[in-house]
């Protein structure tokens, strides 16, 4: 008796591994989309990164996307050799969800005549970008400028260390006096594996995409509680990206974004950027760049090309 359920149970297993292979290339066959997750992998200094040398399909809601990267995790680029100019920035200018040619490097590349790399993240905040920049300069050619899209406020919130342990970002804490660097613990190999199956399954992805579709996600904006912690710790970041302009010689833009006219996030600029030197600076609202529900590209906080053709109209006199 004990013999046969093994061999049932053998049996089904074998069924069920089989039919989900099937249906995988089908999904596949249909260029079905990838969990959004596809979009990042884990690097054990900034806590996860872009993947390298693949194409990603991915959908926000009901809406498909595709985008491409290089071999050194880039989607968005325009330069032959070295770029002239780098882009440092999150989500809402990564550009993820619009063509290759309506992405801010591309866009700013044209306006200027200069190469220029986008190295914006979705989900970076003001230490993964300062650690990033860092690892950038030192094994490629300084460029002639340096931009940083501060996402206010965003990138406070992406400083606070509860929520940098939570999401895996390193984050800079300060504890007697001294800045130290908490880094997220390094996944083990059973969840690397099980991420890995995961980012490639098309499947689970596609029955969500299908079930998806006409859902149109609404939400009320409501300004976050901002603590000092985030607010230090921004601030010593956007230091570091500073000191590192001035070493190498950079011509540092700083453009800060906030997504409505706030006093309170008006103050919060000017205490965050108090310590960067060597600087140009742009702080930009809805009211100077775009209305405000035409800002994005639906279902996001990511800019849509009128807020990218506007953001390169601003930027590209100072570069």
Not at 100 to 107: E, N
Not at 137 to 149: G, N, W
Request: hydrophobic fraction near 40%; glycine fraction near 6%.
């Amino acid at each position: 008796m004990k013999k046969y359920f093994s061999y049932f149970y053998v049996r089904m297993i074998s069924i069920l591994i089989i039919l989900w292979t099937g249906a995988e290339l089908i999904a596949w066959y249909f260029d079905g989309p990838q969990p959004y997750s596809a979009l990042f992998y884990d690097d054990e200094a900034l806590g996860f990164t872009t993947p390298r040398a693949t194409d990603v399909v991915f959908n926000v809601y009901e809406d498909m996307y595709r985008v491409s990267f290089n071999g050194d995790g880039s989607s968005d680029y325009l330069y032959e050799t070295a770029p002239d100019v780098l882009v440092l920035g999150d989500g809402l200018i990564a550009g993820l969800e619009l063509s290759k040619s309506q992405r801010l490097a591309v866009k700013l590349s044209r306006a200027r005549k200069k190469g220029v790399l986008n190295l914006a993240v979705t989900g970076y905040g003001s230490c993964q970008q300062y650690l990033q920049i860092d690892r950038y300069l030192r094994s490629h050619t300084p460029p002639e400028s340096l931009v940083l899209v501060i996402n206010l406020p965003s990138d406070l919130i992406d400083s606070g260390r509860n929520l940098s342990e939570k999401m895996k970002k390193p984050v800079f804490v300060r504890e007697n006096d001294q800045w130290m660097l908490v880094t997220p613990k390094s996944p083990s190999l059973l969840y690397k594996l099980l991420a890995k199956i995961w980012k490639s399954s098309r499947l689970i992805s596609g029955i969500a995409f299908i079930s998806e579709r006409g859902n149109i996600k609404t939400s009320d904006y409501e300004e976050p509680i901002i603590d000092s912690q985030m607010i230090e710790s921004t601030k010593f970041c956007l230091g570091k990206i500073s000191e590192l302009a001035n070493i190498y010689r950079i011509n540092l833009v700083s453009v800060i974004w906030s997504e409505r006219n706030s006093v309170h996030l008006d103050g919060l600029a000017k205490n965050v950027v108090n310590k960067m030197s060597n600087r140009k600076l742009i702080h930009v609202t809805t009211s100077n760049l775009c209305k405000d529900s035409e800002c994005y590209v639906r279902n996001t906080k990511h800019f849509n090309q009128q807020s990218i053709n506007s953001l390169v109209n601003l930027i590209k006199e100072t570069i």
